[in-house]
């Protein structure tokens, strides 16, 4: 059995920026809404697999040998950011929110959640957390699950390498068809999973708003960590490290002078693995859309030929 988590609001941030505007009966902007729709619709459908032709593992590890071990979707949940902020806004000024977002994406979050559930997935609405820490939950309870062979998590958001173990747990790009196995994080971060928050504490991370240590870049960060795994192994004295690297003195240097901040930055990088998900692996086995709901939802985005798509429905019994 496969466990297929997808990371929503990446889908709904894609859909926005890549599918057609549209406009609903009432004059909204639904475009993403319509374009999420199809790309779920596109993952759950039956005999379908996330795409065509062959996928392009990283690394040289199981992924090689197996592909993306796709399969037929049969578990799916989809986890979103109802609000952008978190409780990491209150860790650190700095860190990310809905600034900047456009008002006709943001109104689209609640609805898209909505169409999303329609299509019978099991929907994650996250407020206090954020939909990477649903999706961290979910691999880090499902991958030992009796029955479970794999947890794909799907996006290409590199703060889930850190979910990454062997071959159990793979992130994948649905877009580019680019599965990550433990292996391909390290040939493509240069060090393990475990050590992803370390690595982006050190780099930085634009899109979540914290800076990384002044002078560490990619390479130091993955060359330095590879040997100490973690930041507070990482001596402050440079003739203790056991690892040559350029600029050596200079990095020492910003480390012990901003190995505070460092700590807070790997904090707001490292996913949780506790939000209260309630469902069971079963709850997540996908029965087929509910006719209602997304009868409902695809009047209300002026799309009704989408109906025309879809070939399984959910017994209403089952509408839970």
């Known amino acids: 059995m496969l466990i297929h988590v997808v990371d929503g609001t990446y889908e709904l941030f894609r859909a926005?920026?890549?599918a057609p505007k549209a406009t609903?009966?009432?004059?909204?902007?639904?475009?993403?809404?319509?374009?999420?729709?199809?790309?779920?619709?596109?993952?759950?459908?039956?005999?379908?697999?996330?795409?065509?032709?062959?996928?392009?593992?990283?690394?040289t590890g199981p992924s090689?040998?197996?592909?993306?071990?796709?399969?037929?979707?049969?578990?799916?949940?989809?986890?979103?950011?109802?609000v952008i902020e978190s409780f990491r806004n209150a860790l650190y000024a700095g860190y990310k929110t809905s600034a900047g977002v456009p008002d006709d994406l943001l109104s689209q979050f609640s609805l898209a959640e909505r169409a999303t559930h329609a299509l019978g997935i099991v929907v994650w609405s996250m407020v206090e957390f954020e939909a990477d820490d649903?999706?961290?939950?979910?691999?880090?309870?499902?991958?030992?699950?009796?029955?479970?062979?794999?947890?794909?998590?799907?996006?290409?958001?590199?703060?889930?390498?850190?979910?990454?173990?062997?071959s159990d747990v793979v992130a994948f790009d649905r877009l580019r068809r680019r599965m990550l196995d433990e292996d391909g994080v390290v040939a493509k971060f240069g060090v393990r999973p475990a050590s992803i928050p370390d690595w982006l504490a050190l780099v930085g991370d634009s899109a979540d708003g914290y800076p990384g240590v002044p002078r560490w870049g990619a390479k130091s960060a993955a060359a330095v960590l590879a040997v100490y795994g973690h930041i507070d192994a990482i001596p402050d004295d440079v003739r203790q490290w056991r690892v040559s690297v350029r600029g050596a003195e200079a990095l020492a240097q910003s480390l012990r002078e901003h190995r505070d901040e460092a700590r807070l930055y790997r904090h707001l990088a490292t996913l949780r693995t506790d939000v209260p998900l309630l469902e069971t692996i079963d709850d997540l086995r996908?029965?087929?859309?509910?006719?209602?709901?997304?009868?409902?939802?695809?009047?209300?985005?002026?799309?009704?030929?989408?109906?025309?798509?879809?070939?399984t429905w959910r017994e209403p019994a089952l509408y839970g």
């Not at 993403?32 to 392009?56: F, H, W």
């Not at 197996?66 to 949940?77: C, D, F, Q, S, Y």
């Not at 691999?139 to 850190?162: F, L």
């Open 16 to 18: 926005y920026f890549g």
């Open 24 to 59: 609903s009966p009432s004059g909204a902007e639904v475009g993403a809404t319509r374009g999420i729709l199809r790309s779920l619709y596109a993952l759950v459908r039956p005999a379908t697999p996330l795409g065509t032709g062959p996928a392009t593992p990283l690394g």
């Open 64 to 82: 090689t040998a197996l592909g993306t071990g796709e399969g037929p979707v049969t578990h799916v949940g989809c986890a979103f950011d109802h």
């Open 134 to 166: 649903a999706l961290g939950t979910a691999a880090s309870r499902w991958s030992s699950a009796p029955g479970v062979d794999r947890v794909v998590i799907c996006t290409p958001d590199k703060d889930v390498a850190q979910c990454v173990r062997g």
């Open 286 to 311: 996908w029965l087929g859309a509910r006719r209602d709901e997304l009868t409902a939802v695809c009047r209300e985005i002026g799309d009704e030929a989408f109906l025309d798509r879809i070939t």
